[in-house]
């Protein structure tokens, strides 16, 4: 047999061309791209026709919590369902984050990290490395970075967690993360301001009144301005390469624009949730649910996001998963500074931007791969092993439907969530073939992968857009 695998006559999808072609897979790898791959039944163990589908690599979600302890409980999606839900949502590599706890080292803290993936993952994974501690930690960073994780996130809030970096620690850790090749994201509020607001409406009299609408209220765009505007300043004085995640304002991204074309080496995410959702979700019957951090924002800030998404300023979107149950939501009993945050998002990712973007006439088709695969593999030292079809790289690739539509339903899906901010909607998109390095995962939709297929994937230098 030439090949194990053919996917034969679908169009190839990358972030710079769509052609028509063969993709021909062997062991782990993509190994041929071309017309009639499969000339004899001899050519390949097994052929799957994707005729009028589009055959993407897979997506490369950069911003994700698994079975992350946090809010006083530990969010719901592990390395098991989590993994499954990237799989079923077309994503076949995903970066999560290492966090030490109490005074745990960087090196610990990543070895517990794998270990709790290792054997379990089904799809391909690496961490980002969280700093907690700057003094103590800075040590430690080259030795993080020669296994394979050159990327480190610095929190300006959650002092609560233990988690919280000053000025000085951004500073400091833009300056030795420059010298050592690695990059520095960046959770950018405005810890002060944000810890002002909360007090002043922490009474009962302003719960009763606004419930979970007090995110929006405790959290207006300046709180993560002036913290983006920050990061940036001390980027520009080190020369430090920063990296914003999970930007949720068009303030911001304006802010990155104007970085950007001042040489500032500043590069920003944006997640599916901000660009489909807005903050009058907080004024519904299950408002809570919706609590995330940084909160949802208006839809000015959605079209600007999605405007930044088409000329450059925001490079990609991920999700920054973070799934807690409708139990695990309920310990706010009507105080909005307990409910943990975060939701559930790997398996609608690609289906939300496709549909959004692509089927809204937001994105190009290539434009949709490069923000979901390819961006976000270049950005974080992935390319061309992930995010590509090349000959060489691995073969991670998804098969998704241009047109057909499915119901977003949590019961039929693969998370432990009970709940899902999109549910009842209409989504295209949706992985109906995934390949994770070789091996099918998901198979006319359904799960066909195993724990341990997943493996660590070590990174080099983070590269550009
Ligand atoms: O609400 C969220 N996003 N939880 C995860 C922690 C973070 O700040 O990314
Ligand atoms: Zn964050
Ligand atoms: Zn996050």
């Not at 592990?78 to 993994?83: A, H, I, V």
Request: with cysteine.
């Amino acid at each position: 047999m030439k090949f194990d695998t053919i996917i034969r006559g679908g169009r190839l999808v990358t972030a710079t061309e769509t052609v028509r072609a063969d993709l021909g897979i062997r062991g782990e790898k993509i190994v041929a791209i071309g017309n009639q791959l499969a000339g004899t039944r001899h050519d390949a163990a097994r052929v799957i026709n994707a005729r009028g589908r589009y055959v993407i690599p897979g997506g490369v979600d950069v911003h994700v919590h698994l079975a992350l302890p946090f809010c006083g409980t530990v969010s719901a999606d592990d390395y098991d369902s989590g993994t499954r839900a990237a799989a079923c949502g077309g994503v076949t590599t995903l970066i999560d984050f290492a966090t030490p706890y109490g005074k745990e080292t960087l090196p610990r803290a990543l070895e517990n990290w794998r270990a709790r993936a290792e054997g379990k993952s089904c799809v391909d994974y690496s961490f980002h490395m969280c700093i907690t501690n700057w003094q103590r930690q800075k040590k430690d960073v080259q030795r993080i970075i020669d296994q394979g994780v050159p990327t480190f996130k610095q929190f300006m809030i959650y002092a609560k967690q233990g988690w919280q970096s000053d000025d000085a620690d951004m500073y400091s850790a833009l300056e030795t993360l420059r010298d050592l090749g690695g990059m520095l994201c960046v959770h950018a509020e405005s810890s002060r301001v944000l810890d002002l607001l909360i007090e002043r409406h922490h009474s009962r009299a302003e719960m009763k009144k606004h419930g979970a609408y007090l995110h929006t209220l405790t959290r207006p765009n300046f709180v993560e301005v002036e913290a983006i505007e920050r990061a940036i300043r001390w980027a520009k004085a080190t020369g430090g390469r920063l990296f914003i995640v999970h930007m949720s304002t068009g303030e911001g991204a304006d802010l990155v624009k104007r970085a950007r074309e001042e040489g500032v080496n500043v590069l920003a995410e944006t997640c599916a949730q901000y660009l489909a959702l807005d903050d009058s979700v907080f004024a519904g019957k299950d408002g809570h649910l919706y609590a995330t951090c940084p909160q949802l924002k208006k839809p000015r800030d959605q079209k600007r996001l999605w405007e930044g998404l088409k000329r450059g300023e925001v490079c990609s979107v991920s999700t920054d998963t973070c799934t807690f149950t409708r139990k695990q939501k309920a310990m706010w009993k009507g105080d909005w500074t307990r409910i943990p945050m975060g939701m559930p998002g790997l398996e609608t990712l690609l289906p939300i931007v496709y549909t959004r973007g692509v089927l809204g006439r937001r994105l190009t088709v290539n434009e949709f791969v490069d923000k979901c695969c390819t961006a976000p593999a270049k950005i974080m030292g992935l390319y061309p092993r992930k995010g590509a079809l090349r000959i060489g790289s691995d073969a991670d690739v998804t098969i998704i439907h241009p047109t057909n539509k499915r119901k977003v339903d949590w019961r039929k899906m693969q998370t432990n969530c009970d709940w899902s901010p999109f549910h009842g909607w209409e989504l295209a998109g949706f992985a109906e073939h995934t390949f994770c390095r070789g091996r099918q995962v998901v198979e006319d939709y359904k799960f066909v992968g195993r724990n341990g297929h997943g493996k660590f994937i070590p990174r080099s230098n983070p590269g550009r857009p």
